[in-house]
């Protein structure tokens, strides 16, 4: 008997446009033989469509053009915004067509998902990579592919993201937090804060955000207070580190009791730092897998990306962030990104490619991990 599959993409968040392009690559490596796919696509106004609309979502993925950063006015309310991003295999999409004449359906979230034997939330960002959707799929008892209420909640918010790290003894970079209102209230005596804490450079980055959103590096006292100002936009929570002089490894990892490292992959980004335009924009950063790093190092970085995963009690999938220092060879814990991109041509599925796993089998696995992890919590 097949397994009936609903594959959640779009979504409110500033990253839409990628999950349109993670959700079409995983439609269409679906085997027919073992899955009947369905595609939801979430508007960037929060509705949540199937049929004709689902298809019509996904075509927004043959369209998607260079674009900036979404402004922050687009994921508080969920507005339209121009703006996409462009990556490769943003082809014309594979979506069962509906047929001619039929009226495209827009379902209350709890008829919809109930009947499938599981979800995939291809969501990135707050409202769907955050807890928010996977608790609502605990609440209509549905096993879904990623990590569970907790640790996608960990995963995005990233103060407690790093007391989690820190209390497992995972070596990090410095840091400090504040909330908006306190920046607000009293600007200089948050830079001056800053300065004595951690100096420059610094980064300066929204609590609860991916994709380099609202994120700036900051070498003086002019460009902290614009960094202040555009992460205070997107979050009511800013979180600032020390800069370090780092190289940038990434680690796949697999697993629900018994998580699994994959290859540590280098990415090299086109701008000062790996930025929104570096990741989506440019499109000319580049992705070295396996990582040319000392075996050692890969070693390190591999055990740090198992253990960094149990801190957050993460189950399904993560991709773990690090940063080796260029000087010293370092590796530091920078963060878990619960539901990372997922086109064939994202780091992701790469690097399960490059230490064995094919993407068809990695969608399998995570498929039997969804199913695995509801049995044993029930
Ligand atoms: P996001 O969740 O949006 O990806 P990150 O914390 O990974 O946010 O930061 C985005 C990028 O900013 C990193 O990939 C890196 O290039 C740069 N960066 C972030 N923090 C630091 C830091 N402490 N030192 C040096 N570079 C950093
Ligand atoms: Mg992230
Ligand atoms: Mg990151």
Request: proline share 0%; charged share 20%.
């Given at each position: 008997q097949r397994i009936r599959v609903g594959v959640i993409f779009g979504g409110k968040s500033g990253e839409h446009e990628v999950s349109i392009l993670s959700g079409q690559s995983i439609l269409k490596a679906l085997d027919p033989e073992k899955y009947i796919a369905v595609p939801i696509g979430i508007t960037r106004r929060g509705e949540w469509v199937v049929g004709a609309e689902a298809a019509q979502v996904l075509q927004e993925a043959a369209q998607i053009q260079l674009g900036g950063p979404p402004e922050p006015s687009s994921i508080d309310a969920g507005a339209d915004r121009d703006a996409a991003v462009g990556q490769p295999g943003a082809g014309p999409h594979a979506v069962p067509a509906s047929q001619p004449g039929e009226t495209a359906l827009t379902l209350v979230p709890p008829a919809l998902v109930e009947s499938f034997d599981v979800v995939i939330p291809v969501l990135h960002g707050p409202n769907g990579e955050d807890g928010t959707i996977q608790g609502m799929l605990e609440l209509f008892d549905i096993p879904y592919v990623g990590a569970g209420v907790l640790a996608s909640a960990v995963g995005m918010d990233k103060v407690f993201m790093k007391k989690l790290f820190a209390s497992a003894g995972l070596p990090q970079a410095a840091y400090t937090f504040y909330t908006r209102k306190t920046w607000e209230s009293d600007p200089e005596a948050v830079l001056a804060d800053v300065e004595a804490k951690l100096g420059y450079p610094c980064f300066v980055k929204p609590a609860n955000m991916g994709s380099s959103v609202g994120i700036s590096k900051a070498k003086n006292r002019t460009g902290l207070t614009a960094a202040f100002k555009l992460a205070a936009k997107y979050d009511r929570k800013i979180i600032v580190e020390e800069g370090l002089n780092v190289r940038e490894v990434e680690v796949a990892v697999l697993g629900n009791d018994e998580p699994k490292a994959s290859v540590p992959g280098e990415i090299v980004p086109s701008n000062e730092f790996y930025d929104y335009n570096a990741k989506?924009?440019?499109?000319?950063s580049a992705l070295i897998i396996p990582a040319p790093l000392p075996p050692d190092v890969t070693e390190e970085v591999r055990r740090l990306a198992v253990e960094a995963y149990r801190a957050v009690d993460c189950t399904g999938l993560a991709r773990m962030d690090f940063f080796v220092e260029r000087e010293t060879d370092r590796v530091l814990v920078n963060e878990i990104n619960t539901m990372p991109g997922f086109t064939r041509f994202s780091m992701y599925p790469k690097l399960w490619e490059a230490t064995g796993v094919s993407y068809a089998e990695l969608i399998d696995q995570l498929i039997q991990l969804a199913i695995e992890r509801h049995r044993e919590t029930r």
């Open positions: 989506y924009v440019t499109g000319d």
